[in-house]
């Protein structure tokens, strides 16, 4: 269930892609999708009766079963580099609305590259 | 007329994704059912059992000594020991993201002046609260190896605080110690890299006894890494934010 529910997320990440025009709107629907992929691939380590992957004072063994913990370290990685490239991209955004004065697509490329 | 065809391809998407769901694992070798497979026939076996490289064996918590890696949190472990190169490129990426935003934002410029005039009730507050959040800050990154969080977490917790004093004073700016912070943290973890090589052999490999698991004072360079990987993600994101406030200002 928790799987169709990300591929909705992604699916809506992808139709936000597809039609919206405000560059803003873009990236908020890139987050989306971004967040449909990482839950999927949780997921994808999750396991029936599954503990966290840490050991502790109550889970103290190697032999109890865990959830694969290495999904988990594959989308640590991917929400920090999500986590900067919506920093570089809002910055991109920034600066094209202080030159341009618009950031819609439609308008930007009307516009094309004569005005500086 | 074109978001009908964003919303066909879309729902396409969906349902192609959905199909390959839905196709019988035994025969087809795939997405395995959700929940369902056994985590001994998965590489990551070795990683839960700490047996990369040692013999197979069980491991305790608190008894255990000189485990390999010896991080109680596996996810750590993974990140931090086994995979540690894809650590330093993630690092790397940061780095180079908020190099960018400051090349684009930054300069020397003023500040943006806030509409609103924080209270001094919340002002007060918020000076209250600001070194709580780097002492959370700094015990999330520091406890990475036995509990969750670690590093990246720490480092948010930590641009949090600069965050809400940025958002009381309008006179507050990033020190400018920070970005000597930021890129000796991460000379220091390509030295650490090499004291690896140079030690045990091999590029970021851990070169320090273990100790028991469970400890504070163990798993090797987990720790010295993960408070290496806080400080400086705490500084980046901290600059990132300055730079944010300061977009649209007047040269100074």
């Known amino acids: 269930m928790i799987q169709y529910f990300s ?32 839950l999927f691939i949780v997921s994808i380590g999750y396991i029936e009766k599954g503990l966290v992957p840490i050991l502790s004072s109550e889970n103290n063994s190697s032999t109890l079963l865990f959830v694969d913990p290495l999904p988990q370290a594959l989308v640590l990685t991917s929400i920090v580099i999500g986590v900067g490239i919506t920093a570089l991209a809002l910055a991109i955004i920034v600066t094209i609305n202080h030159s341009k004065g618009t950031i819609d697509i439609d308008e930007l490329i009307e516009r094309g590259g004569a005005e500086e | ?62 008894s255990t000594i000189d485990a390999e890696t010896g991080s109680a949190n596996f996810v750590t472990s993974i990140v931090i020991n086994y995979r540690s190169f894809d650590t330093l490129g993630e690092v790397t990426v940061l780095f180079l993201s908020a190099t960018g935003v400051g090349l684009l934002l930054g300069g020397d410029k003023k500040r943006l002046l806030s509409p609103i005039k924080a209270s001094p009730v919340v002002k007060t507050a918020a000076k209250i609260v600001s ?15 036995l509990t969750p969080g670690g590093g990246f977490p720490g480092g948010a917790i930590i ?18 110690l920070l970005k000597v912070l930021e890129g000796s943290m991460g000379l220091a973890y390509i030295l650490l890299g090499i004291g690896g090589l140079l030690i045990s052999g ?30 400086k993600v705490g500084a980046e994101l901290s600059g990132i934010v300055d730079d944010f406030v300061s977009e649209g200002g007047d040269n100074i």
């Open chain 1, 7 to 38: 591929l909705l997320l992604t699916a809506i990440g992808i139709y936000g892609l597809l039609s919206q025009k405000n560059l803003v709107k873009l990236i908020v629907s890139l987050n989306i999708a971004e967040i449909g992929v990482n």
């Open chain 2, 1 to 62: 007329m074109k978001r009908i065809i964003a919303g066909i391809i879309a729902l396409l998407f969906f349902f192609t994704v959905s199909i390959v769901l839905n196709t019988d694992s035994q025969t087809v070798s795939g997405v395995p059912r959700y929940g369902e497979f056994d985590l001994s026939e998965r590489n990551s076996h070795s990683y839960v059992t700490k047996s990369v490289n040692d013999t197979l064996k069980e491991v305790k918590f608190g």
């Open chain 2, 131 to 145: 070194p709580l959040l780097l002492i959370l800050g700094a015990y999330v990154f520091t406890h990475g190896h």
């Open chain 2, 159 to 176: 641009a949090a605080a600069f965050l809400l004093l940025v958002m009381v004073d309008d006179e507050k700016r990033a020190p400018a």
């Open chain 2, 202 to 231: 091999s590029f970021l490999q851990n070169f320090l006894p273990t100790g028991v698991v469970g400890n504070l004072f163990s798993a090797g360079l987990i720790p010295i890494v993960y408070s290496l990987i806080g400080l």
